[in-house]
């Protein structure tokens, strides 16, 4: 029922910028709310884990790793979510996921966790 549809991605040299974007819908309905999106990337042969998170009330949290160089943002009317990427690093290479938790469809919460199909990050140095 929730979809995510990512854009963005791709090759870039160290110390390069991209931008990712992604984009929430439903088959039937509207979206009134999202309580979070974030975005999560995977690095072959290492776990899943957590670039940077965004409230419906705007309030984010990021990785270390990346903190000063990602800005993470979102336009609730759009329901979609973004991610500026700056000063990348090869380290930062990875399949990157959007996510989404509860989201609210007129008087129906889907409580769970909706992910993205992924797309590829590659910094080259």
């Known amino acids: 029922q929730v979809q995510l549809v990512e854009s963005g991605g791709g090759l870039v040299q160290a110390g390069g910028s991209l931008r990712l974007s992604c984009a929430v819908s439903?088959?039937?309905?509207?979206?009134?709310?999202?309580?979070?999106m974030g975005w999560f990337r995977q690095a072959p042969g290492k776990a899943r884990e957590l670039v940077a998170v965004?409230?419906?009330?705007?309030?984010?949290n990021y990785a270390d790793s990346v903190k000063g160089r990602f800005t993470i943002s979102r336009d609730n009317a759009k329901n979609t979510v973004s991610l500026q990427m700056n000063s990348l690093k090869p380290e930062d290479t990875a399949v990157y996921y959007c996510?989404?938790?509860?989201?609210?469809?007129?008087?129906?919460?889907?409580?769970?966790?909706?992910w993205g199909q992924g797309t590829q990050v590659t910094v080259s140095s």
């Open positions: 439903v088959q039937t309905g509207r979206i009134d709310n999202i309580s979070v």
């Open positions: 965004i409230s419906s009330g705007s309030y984010t």
């Open positions: 996510n989404a938790q509860r989201v609210r469809v007129s008087s129906t919460v889907y409580g769970g966790s909706y």
